[in-house]
């Protein structure tokens, strides 16, 4: 027995053995693949969408899903295939029988809108396979594109024709009249009136500055804006539906907001667990939620964010902090619970850069204040990134810190992604201002100019600047260098070569020289620069009623001086600051042994203050004051170094340079003394559009002794403008009302300026 169960196993591995070879033998290539019937979708993208290819294995589920595919493209009606045996391998023949084709589109009842315009709001086109779904959302934008033109009860429908595998599609429009809003009401709005809500959507009644046209996108917006209005106060259980009824004979619809607004929530009790790096007390300052407070997500995501932060601060990246609210709709109250996970203090272990495909490294990494090595802190990371900021260099500047362990557990990654901005700039054209009159200019400059990089001269930072201006007022020339870090060190350097020269009212002004300078860092705010400069002045072509003090310095003086600053910054983005001080302190000595011409001090202080005012505005305000004075062989000081005032950049509402000492004459021969004050309130309108209002006030006094409390003389003036940004440089325009005109002068004046950036 045992020896004939050993037989027929024997007998049974056998036949397996010999199926597998078998099987192994009649494995099958895919030798070609021919597609039959296709008339408008080509071969070749039929055969794009397929798994089986030419000389792979032939596999049945490979077909099904093939065949699966080709259904899914919309295109065809019934596909199939067959195999053909060949040498070494079979042959496959995808059979398709393709959708019906568009052959004509027909719209029929449009008279308010053209038919061109009709077909570019359609997906579907003739000669193309017909897709009835494509058809179906066609319908709808056709539908939209008539609300926006008032005709919110137009009806479109359409109408298909087959014959011969082509399709004629029909579609009529029936317009119906133009509807426009009557009335928007709103019921159930108990804590807020109908003007307060009002203010929250866009859907307007018709009025002679608004069309009135109903959009349901709109609508749909604003019933969205009102649910978000009650969150925020507090009515979590809000809701909002519309209401929409018409005229029995007239062409006007009525629009009823639906509110039940249920019931406002307040902040019960607030209580923080897991922390152990900071007390319960002082996580919970500053909050916006505390007890009895009106309760809203909006504030609860801030206040959960808020938390993180502290500890982010403090070096523990890898904190978590999760809130959990308990509703109790009994009281009205949420109470709050802030779980934290705390982790371990983190250090910096690479910091890695990107995005700057110009702008050498170094020239970023200068800029930090957190190295590798380490612990990460806050406001360490929010200083280097407003400093990288501040450079000029970059439209985007992003810091990510990965919560990714790298060699050390407690160590982590920083990146630092940048997107360059267009830092080279080659411009010309025409400009107006109220000071300079009409002027064009060109303009050759680079804010990251590198000296040594041939031939592209860009990425290190320093900046290279050729301008030229030319007008019916002034003509000026200037180049201009500075390298930020000199030698690698936080040392500024650079020179300025100069002829510039001003044709006044009853002299012209020629000043030709140059200047250089030294400045350095000190400490993350303080700035210190030492600037030589040599200058030669010269007052010609004198009107025969020119003042005493303008007609004896007739003629060429040089002035040889040298200028001590001291500057604080502390502004978020000196390019559009809305926070922080700029103050500069100076003292300008000319003369003496420094030889020249002209013996004088002056002493200058220029302070800004930006405060914000919610998102969009901000209050600057400015104190600039001055002091002149001669020495030693100079008896008095030139005219060309007194302070003037009046126009566009000191006192807006009254002539350039007319606030202050006028000489026999009436024209302006300056003072030793300058104090100014400016308040302007500024409002970003859209990104490259702002509107200012402003108060200015000041004077310039002859002399000491007319700076007295009883005889100041201030002159104020108060106005508003516009100031636009565009790719040639901003263009400022205000209107000041002079509120101390002196006699004959014009209370109002407009001040326009356009002005190449550089």
């Known amino acids: 027995m045992k020896i004939k169960k ?15 070879v078998r099987a192994q033998g009649a494995k099958r290539l895919v030798k070609e693949i021919e597609v039959i019937n296709n008339k408008v979708v080509s071969q070749q993208s039929i055969l794009s969408k397929l798994q089986t290819k030419q000389e792979t294995e032939y596999s049945p589920v490979t077909l099904s899903d093939d065949i699966k595919r080709l259904y899914a493209t919309g295109l065809f009606s019934d596909v199939s295939a067959d195999i053909l045996d060949m040498d070494n391998g079979v042959k496959v023949v995808f059979k398709v029988q393709e959708k019906p084709v568009l052959k004509e589109i027909k719209f029929r009842g449009n008279r308010r809108i053209k038919t061109r315009k009709l077909f570019k709001e359609i997906k579907i086109k003739k000669e193309e396979i ?8 066609d319908m709808e934008n056709l539908k939209n594109l008539y609300a926006k033109k008032g005709y919110s009860l137009v009806e479109v429908k359409y109408d298909v024709e087959e014959k011969d595998n082509k399709v004629v599609v029909t579609i009529d429009v029936f317009e119906g009249e133009r509807i426009c809003i009557r009335k928007i009401s709103f019921q159930g709005n108990d804590s807020y009136n109908d003007k307060r809500i009002m203010k929250l959507i866009k859907t307007k009644r018709k009025t002679w500055l608004n069309s009135g046209f109903f959009k349901k996108d709109v609508l749909a917006e604003d019933t969205d804006r009102i649910m978000g209005f009650y969150h925020f106060e507090g009515f979590i259980d809000v809701q909002v539906s519309t209401n929409i009824t018409y005229h029995e004979k007239k062409p ?38 505390f007890s009895k407070e009106i309760y809203t997500e909006g504030k609860l995501r801030a206040d959960t964010a808020k938390i993180q932060s502290d500890y982010f601060d403090e070096g523990y990246i890898a904190a978590s902090v999760k809130a959990d609210t308990v509703l109790n709709s009994q009281t009205g109250n949420v109470d709050i619970n802030y779980g934290v996970s705390e982790g371990e203090v983190a250090y910096v272990d690479k910091i890695n850069l990107s995005g700057n495909t110009r702008t050498k490294d170094v020239v970023l990494r200068r800029e930090m204040r957190l190295f590798p090595g380490d612990r990460y802190n806050g406001d360490k990371l929010r200083r280097s990134r407003q400093r990288i900021q501040n450079l000029g260099f970059f439209e985007e500047v992003t810091f990510d810190t990965k919560e990714e362990i790298t060699t050390l557990p407690d160590k982590y990654d920083l990146d630092i992604f940048v997107k360059e901005s267009k830092t080279g700039e080659f411009s010309f054209g025409a400009g107006y201002s109220s000071l300079d009159q009409f002027i064009g200019f ?10 040594f990089n041939f031939p592209g001269f860009a990425g290190a930072g320093q900046t290279l600047g050729i301008n030229m201006e030319i007008g019916s007022a002034r003509k000026d020339y200037e180049l201009t260098f500075i390298e930020p870090w000199f030698l690698g060190y936080p040392v500024s350097t650079g020179f300025s070569l100069y002829s510039r020269s001003r044709y006044w009212d009853k002299y012209d002004e020629k000043r030709t020289g140059g200047n250089v300078f030294l400045g350095r860092e000190f400490g993350e705010y303080w700035m210190g620069r030492i600037t030589y400069r040599y200058e030669g002045v010269r007052l010609s072509d004198m009107a025969g009623d020119t003042s005493a003090d303008v007609a004896k310095e007739e003629g060429k003086n040089f002035i040889s001086s040298l200028k001590t600053s001291v500057t604080y910054d502390t502004r978020d983005n000196k390019f559009n600051p809305s926070k922080g001080f700029y103050n500069i302190l100076s003292c300008e000595y000319a003369g003496g042994i420094l030889e020249g011409d002209k013996d004088f001090i002056k002493y200058e202080t220029l302070n800004y203050k930006y405060l914000p005012l919610g998102q969009k505005a901000v209050l600057e305000l400015g104190l600039r004051l001055g002091m002149v004075e001669a020495f030693d062989d100079s008896v008095y000081v030139p005219v060309y170094e007194r302070f003037y005032a009046g126009g566009a950049n000191t006192i807006r509402g009254y002539k350039e340079r007319r606030v202050g000492p006028e000489g026999e004459f009436g024209d302006p021969i300056g003072g030793r003394l300058r104090g100014i004050f400016n308040a302007e309130y500024i409002y970003q309108l859209t990104p490259g559009l702002k509107w200012a209002f402003f108060y200015d006030n000041g004077n310039v006094w002859a002399t000491h002794g007319d700076f007295v409390w009883g005889n100041l003389k201030l002159r104020s003036s108060i106005g508003s403008g516009i100031r636009v940004k565009t790719p040639l440089g901003p263009i400022k325009l205000d ?10 002068d014009a209370a109002g004046r407009f001040h326009f300026s356009m002005s190449q950036q550089f």
């Open 442 to 451: 060109i303009n050759l400059s680079q804010k990251n100019f590198d000296l």
């Open 6 to 20: 050993i037989l027929i196993l024997a007998a049974i591995l056998v036949i397996s053995l010999s199926g597998a």
């Open 735 to 744: 209107y000041g009302y002079a509120l101390d005109p002196k006699e004959g």
């Open 130 to 137: 017909f897709d009835k779904f494509k058809l179906k959302e």
């Open 252 to 289: 006007w619809m009525f629009i009823v907001f639906e509110i039940k607004e249920g019931k406002q929530y307040k902040v019960g009790n607030v209580d923080v667990y897991g922390n152990s790096v900071f007390s319960k007390e002082q996580l919970r300052e500053g909050l916006k939620l």
